[in-house]
């Protein structure tokens, strides 16, 4: 509802006073209940009125007790002949919340403005709006998409008082840009006062300061009516190039003023000089003549004296690489240039081996060259591996041509893979995705045939067994072969011998278990297994991390058994994943050159073998039977198997600070005491402490201090333990005998068949049947003696029984 305006005279601080004698302004309250039930602000009514009287301005801000409570008053600013209902802005981060009538959530600060006055304009009741009248304001509705519309653009006292035009809307643009061209002469221009920022990337298109993501929309929208009214046409466009290809010339006449008309109604202008109609058509740097596409000449950089020149270089090479044909390995004596320092002015130097690769670089920007597509030809896909570098080539195949292959475009993969080992068949895969989205790019369809290096045989097993093949080939309708045509760009891949079947086998194969280990802090390296019956050892050394000894005796071991099938195995999971991806696999050159001498030999030595090999990584999740996961498991494989025990030692703790900690490997229970000690009696106090609560463990793994190798410890622990029995109050008979693991205050913890138990001390008793009989043994009594101390002890067990159920 709304509130009637009070008389307040146009003097509403006369009637509002401060809280104190030193406030600097008047609160202000809330002129009805308001719920706000979203984070954006809303517009809350306060019960005062304008105008404030005496001339005076005030600002409208939030009050703190009110922020406390997450009421966020934003600022404002009343003007002095504002004459209406004043609002607040107010928002909460915590929605849904409630502000009552009446409450106190801002305050007006007072001040007297010193703004010159305009005696002919007075603000009145309209609020939230600017305070002078417009000078050039849309006039169309605004929505939410972005959209193209026809919006008038007006001046007031100016001829002619408004103008028509296409507009792109947006609800966050702070500028309006138009084109100069379409500004009225008549109309007067001031030289801007700032600078426009948050347009991001800008390029000159078409008279028209922009971002390319917005002018390639922009030109896009421009001619989708060219593209409906000649389907048949094929229109490209980059920014401000547009290519136009049809069958025949007069199709071209025919579009082309169509074309220019839909440019000019869009405001778009095209420079007579730059419309090309004959060949060559120079376009994105390639020149297109009749059948083929060349390269423009391009200005490659004569010396390499620091790192950014060579980044220069290469990525001009890089990007004519499509054009030449020149695998990424020809070229790695010039990538090899970036390696090294990163700063930009840091020193670089032609090699002898990156001089001739550059010379072979400018000799095919003037020799070589692709063709343009022939449409009645289906496009293929060819799949080479010269130097076992996958390759794809792009292109046609016609026996009825001169040139029977003809080159669309070259595709090459990255110069150096993520991965140290990565499989042939993976980087295969992976330049067949890349081939596939450069035909939709270029064509928009997928190639009609895929031809592989490979054998039928081979690529069945790899495509039944490597998920990238399968990705790769998701949803391709074409047809794939297996025989490369013959042609001299092809015979290399031809030539290439490879295997893409692995040479590790998944199952032990019939031969010598050989096993591996080294020691990062010793440098050594050991190769041994089983010769009959005497045990043989390979020793080497090797200067490193672990990982570079585990590799020697891996290395080693295929060296020692390069004539035989072995398993091997090793407790070096980087070793083990190393060894079974190298099969078939492309070794990327890292940068510890003790590391790629290693990954090199042990490479060389796995391609050279004929027989299999099975790798075994022994980790301590293993549940193999046997010494083989005994021997290096460093956990129990159930729980109370192995534990783990130290001690450390906490100051805070004062006179206990020594803590026992003790862990199981298996389950991580775990059970911390506080000592005065770390001697043998505190090491057995803790143990007895934690046998009671998590159980007895079979083993217990502990460092080489003295109080743990101590003979005390040993024995405390090896000790028999007390037996005792255990009353049933089900079944009121005694059960036993157990061990006694603990016993005091009236409790005592007693290790059953089912685990252990604590129970209340008068239901736990000796078990003197032991000791009864050791002694009639002693005494020489006979079978009858025994007898009758068993009738004597099973009576004196009931009258225990009585006594205890009177009690």
């Keep these: 509802m709304s509130l009637p305006q009070p008389e307040n005279n146009g003097d509403l601080l006369s009637g509002l006073a401060a809280s104190t004698c030193g406030s600097a302004g008047v609160d202000v309250c809330t002129a009805k209940s308001v719920m706000i039930d979203l984070d954006k602000i809303h517009k809350v009514p306060l019960d005062a009125f304008g105008p404030l009287g005496d001339g005076m301005s005030a600002f409208l801000m939030g009050r703190s007790s009110a922020t406390i409570q997450s009421i966020m008053v934003h600022l404002g600013l009343i003007d002095a002949d504002f004459s209406g209902q004043i609002h607040a802005m107010v928002s909460t981060p915590t929605p849904p919340l409630t502000i009552p009538k009446g409450t106190r959530i801002a305050q007006l600060v007072p001040f007297k403005s010193s703004v010159s006055r305009v005696e002919d304009w007075s603000r009145g009741d309209g609020g939230f709006g600017s305070t002078g009248p417009p000078q050039v304001h849309w006039t169309a509705v ?30 966050g643009a702070d500028v309006s840009i138009l084109f100069l061209a379409a500004w009225p002469p008549q109309w007067p221009l001031s030289l801007a006062k700032m600078l426009i920022a948050g347009l991001g990337g800008t390029k000159q298109c078409y008279g028209m300061r922009n971002s390319p993501v917005l002018c390639q929309w922009y030109v896009a929208r421009a001619l989708s009516g060219v593209h409906k009214q000649f389907p048949g046409a094929h229109v490209y466009h980059y920014m401000d190039d547009i290519l136009v290809a049809v069958p025949t010339q007069d199709e071209l ?47 490659f950089v004569q010396s390499v004296k620091t790192l950014n020149d060579a980044q220069k270089l290469v990525g001009v090479i890089t990007w004519l690489c499509p054009y030449l044909g020149l695998t990424t390995a020809q070229l790695s004596p010039l ?46 896909v060819f799949i080479t591996t010269p130097d076992l570098h996958p390759t794809g080539i792009i292109g046609q195949w016609n026996d009825d041509w001169t040139d029977p292959l003809h080159i669309l475009e070259w595709v090459f993969l990255p ?11 993976e980087l295969i895969a992976r330049l067949i995705i890349k081939c596939r989205q450069r035909c939709l790019q270029l064509m928009g369809a997928d190639p009609s045939k895929i031809i592989l290096p ?49 040479k590790n086998s998944q199952e032990p194969v019939q031969g010598p278990t050989v096993f591996t280990d080294g020691s990062g802090k010793t440098g050594k390296a050991i190769v041994t297994w089983q010769d009959g019956s005497e045990c043989q050892v390979l020793e080497s050394h090797e200067d490193g991390s672990a990982q570079l000894v585990e590799l020697r005796a891996a290395v080693m071991a295929f060296e020692k058994f390069s004539q035989e099938p072995f398993n091997l195995i090793t407790d070096s999971a980087y070793v083990a994943d190393i060894a079974q991806r190298l099969g078939c696999s492309v070794l990327k050159e890292v940068s510890n050159p003790a590391m790629f001498d290693l990954l090199k030999a042990l490479w060389c030595a796995i391609q050279a073998r004929v027989h299999p090999y099975h ?37 805070e703790f004062g006179w206990l600070k020594c803590v026992h900690v003790t862990v199981d ?3 991580s229970a775990m059970w911390v005491s506080a000592h005065a000690g770390e001697k043998a009696r505190d090491v057995i106090a803790h143990w007895r402490q934690a046998f009671a609560i998590l159980g007895i463990p079979s083993a217990v793994k502990t460092d080489n201090g003295p109080a743990y190798a101590s003979q005390q410890a040993s024995d405390g622990e090896q000790q028999p333990r007390a037996k005792v029995r255990v009353r049933n109050l089900v079944t009121k008979q005694w059960e036993g005998p157990y061990d006694l693991i603990a016993m005091g205050r009236g409790y005592a913890c007693v290790s059953t068949d089912t685990g252990t138990r604590w129970l209340l001390s008068k239901c736990v008793r000796p078990d003197l049947r032991p000791q009864r009989q050791n002694s009639a043994d002693r005494q020489g009594g006979s079978r009858d003696q025994l007898e009758s101390h068993q009738v004597d002890e099973s009576s004196s067990d009931h009258s225990d029984d009585s006594s205890t159920d009177s009690d």
């Excluded at 990705?471 to 297996?482: H, K, P, R, W």
Aim: charged share 20%; proline share 6%.
């Design 615 to 651: 790798f075994l990584h022994v980790r301590s999740h293993t549940k193999l039977p046997g010494f083989v996961a005994e021997g290096v498991n460093p956990r129990g494989l159930k729980a109370l198997e192995l534990w783990q025990t130290n001690v450390t030692q906490v100051a």
């Design 454 to 502: 490979v054998q039928r045989e081979e690529f069945n097993w790899s495509y039944a067994n490597n998920v990238s093949l399968q990705s790769a080939l998701e949803g391709f309708s074409g047809q794939i072969t297996y025989h490369l045509p013959s042609h001299k760009l092809l015979q290399v891949a031809k030539n290439t011998q490879f295997s893409l079947r692995p």
């Design 665 to 667: 490997t298996f389950s």
């Design 415 to 425: 110069h150096r893979s993520h991965k140290t080992a990565t499989a042939l068949f």
């Design 335 to 380: 990538f090899e240039l970036l390696k090294g320092d990163t700063d930009l002015k840091s020193p670089r130097e032609l090699t002898p081996e990156a001089r001739k690769v550059l010379e072979e670089v400018q000799q095919a920007v003037s020799a070589c060259q692709v063709y343009r597509i022939e449409p009645s030809i289906d496009v293929t």
């Design 142 to 171: 605004l929505t939410k998409g972005c959209p193209e519309t026809l919006c008038t653009v007006s001046m007031v006292g100016a001829t002619p008082s408004e103008i028509h035009l296409h507009g792109l809307l947006d609800t």
């Design 253 to 299: 006449l025919r579009i082309q003023p169509q074309l220019l008309n839909a440019l000019h109604s869009h405001g778009l202008q095209v420079a007579p000089e730059k419309v090309q109609q004959q060949p060559p058509w120079k376009y994105l740097g390639v020149k297109i003549l009749e059948r083929t596409i060349r390269h423009q000449e391009v200005q």
